[in-house]
């Protein structure tokens, strides 16, 4: 049901393993990868997560709307606030960067999960369609408010008062993928970025996540300031001589790509 591989020092990748359902968050799912992520989250070990779906036809298709005809209250997924019902929540609740490697459709609230990383690397096989109009349910894992902030509000109205699909060009060109590649190189193009991301100390890539997101929050006065902050606080520590060991580092690696 749920996959977790460490290929290489300082990676994670997880695997939403329901290919036959479209690798649809069934509850125990969504369980799952909270559980996941709190424990990825707490090692060591860990500093960059990869996200993706099984096979190439799903990143995930959102809820499991199988399940939840057969169940009463298995609606209030939908407005959960805790985690382990609420994966868009599990998401952003991790410190650690997650790169979301898009093999597939992401619909409705796979979608909202999409929107929860960090970074989308796309195959040619990803699409992207909000269809909670369309179905009669309200957004309640932060679609509404993050899509028009990733794409601007008159794309995000064309989404989601269509139920239209996206695609992976057009996504890339509206700002919301990275980049991307043919289905056979996806993996290999989100490891890269993962293990580029993993050569940088853990606590330098989670306070600098968090100092994005945390300003991106507020005014550009609020974040400055905030940036000011944070930035006075963790110098403070820096040596000249951490800067200069970290300095021959970089010129090498500029040197050699």
Same mark, same amino acid.
């Given at each position: ?20 359902? &479209? ?187 968090? &100092? ?46």
């Amino acid at each position: 049901m749920l996959l977790v591989e460490k290929p290489f020092d300082g990676v994670a990748v997880v695997t939403l393993n329901r290919p036959e359902a &479209m690798n649809a968050l069934s509850k125990a799912l969504r369980q799952a990868l909270r559980q996941a992520m709190v424990e990825l989250d707490a090692d060591p070990e860990v500093k960059v997560i990869v996200l993706t779906g099984a096979g190439e036809r799903a990143f995930t298709a959102g809820l499991d709307l199988k399940e939840l005809s057969s169940d009463p209250l298995g609606m209030g997924a939908a407005n959960a606030t805790d985690p382990a019902e609420n994966p868009a929540r599990a998401l952003l609740a991790t410190r650690k960067p997650i790169i979301g490697a898009i093999n597939g459709v992401a619909i409705t609230g796979g979608f909202e999960v999409a929107l929860a990383c960090d970074v989308l690397i796309c195959s040619t096989n990803a699409r992207f369609a909000d269809t909670h109009a369309r179905v009669g349910i309200t957004p309640g894992w932060g679609l509404s408010q993050k899509l028009s902030r990733v794409i601007g509000p008159y794309r995000a109205k064309e989404l989601s008062l269509t139920g239209n699909f996206l695609d992976a060009r057009t996504a890339y060109e509206w700002g919301l993928a990275n980049r991307v590649v043919e289905p056979g190189e996806l993996m290999e193009a989100a490891l890269t970025l993962a293990r580029q991301m993993a050569d940088i100390e853990a606590d330098m890539l989670v306070g600098y996540k968090a &100092m994005i997101d945390d300003g991106y929050e507020t005014t550009l006065a609020e974040g400055l300031k905030l940036e000011h902050e944070r930035s006075l606080a963790h110098n403070v520590e820096v040596t000249p001589e951490m800067v200069a060991a970290r300095r021959e580092k970089v010129q090498a690696r500029g040197r050699s790509q």
